[in-house]
């Protein structure tokens, strides 16, 4: 743990802060206090997405899911990446033989210095027993950030963006993200897996933002 973490651990001690708002407050079972409790939407369903065999999320995207994962990606608060995966459950019947995080571009990565989705990825393999793997999927490309981007420009962006190594070849692939907004980037990543011959693939963000149109 770095001192910067360590800091921001005693600012922010896990359990006895809200993992949303981050004010002291009795908390519930789920991290938060009442008030984050009952702004907090879990997720029901989602619309199919292209080559993907299964999705599942742990809340709607709003204002008391959203403040957590900003506060992973742009606070730099990486303890948040273990609360984030405690929320994600994942269906009993999905066989995974690796857990893969949408990865970043390495320029993005110098910058960020992280990639949150790998955080999560990590945790959420650890606390289900599975098996983290980060070298079978790699963004060949830069691409813009998909927020300020129309669903078709959102598309364009991440076509082809991906590409993965032979060695998924038969694997049972979960890839994750912080947040499914139309979805293209997980079916990019989906689509370059199948191409390289991986089987099925599943897909899980922490957030699922619901769009006009899926
Ligand atoms: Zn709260």
Known sequence: MSLAERIVKVIYPEGLVCDSCGREAVLMENGFCPECALGAESFINAPYLEGVDG?????????????????????GARY???PLARAIVLPADWHIDAVVPVPLHYKRFRERGFNQSELIS????EINGLELRTDLLERIRPTQQ????????????V???????????GLEILIVDDVRTTGSTLVACAEALRKAGCGRVYAATVCFA???GG
């Open 159 to 169: 076509k082809d963006a991906f590409e993965a190594d032979e060695a998924c070849k």
């Open 55 to 75: 999705y599942t999320a742990a809340y709607i995207y709003n204002d008391v899911s959203s403040r957590m994962v900003k506060r992973l990606k742009y606070g």
């Open 146 to 157: 998909q927020t300020a981007l129309s669903v078709s420009a959102r598309k364009r962006n």
């Open 210 to 212: 619901r769009t006009e």
């Open 80 to 82: 948040m990446a273990r």
């Open 122 to 125: 990590k945790h959420l393999a």
